[in-house]
């Protein structure tokens, strides 16, 4: 179910930095771990990070760790993910999702639609 809204795409150059949004006007995101996805054409959608409900445990891929960081905005109900030092293969379009928790093996139970991330000389 698309419940979720990405906000914060668009083009950076190598070594740039974009900050993008997750939020929904349909239930607190503070429910919910809040994942981040990532996903080029043609290839498989790949985790990025995710963060818990309260807030104080992140969790990372490799490819990301040390460039991106995950944070919740309680008064703003917003996720966002803050991307540094963009490397050419960051491009992709971005998806947040909502789970019971980052631990969780299930699938996430909402999805939004995607933001495009673009980084090109």
């Known amino acids: 179910q698309l419940q979720l809204a990405e906000s914060g795409g668009g083009l950076a150059q190598p070594g740039g930095s974009l900050t993008l949004s997750c939020t929904t006007a349909i239930f607190s995101l503070e429910l919910y771990a809040i994942e981040w996805y990532r996903q080029e054409p043609g290839q498989e959608r790949e985790y990025v990070s995710c963060?818990?409900?309260?807030?104080?445990?992140?969790y990372y891929s490799d490819s990301v760790k040390g460039r991106f960081t995950i944070s919740r905005d309680t008064a703003k109900g917003t996720v966002a993910l803050q991307m540094d030092n963009l490397k050419l293969e960051d491009t992709g379009i971005y998806y947040c999702?909502?789970?019971?928790?980052?631990?969780?093996?299930?699938?996430?139970?909402?999805w939004g639609p995607g933001t495009q991330v673009t980084v090109s000389l």
């Open positions: 999702a909502a789970k019971p928790g980052c631990l969780y093996s299930g699938s996430p139970s909402y």
């Open positions: 963060i818990n409900t309260d807030g104080d445990l992140t």
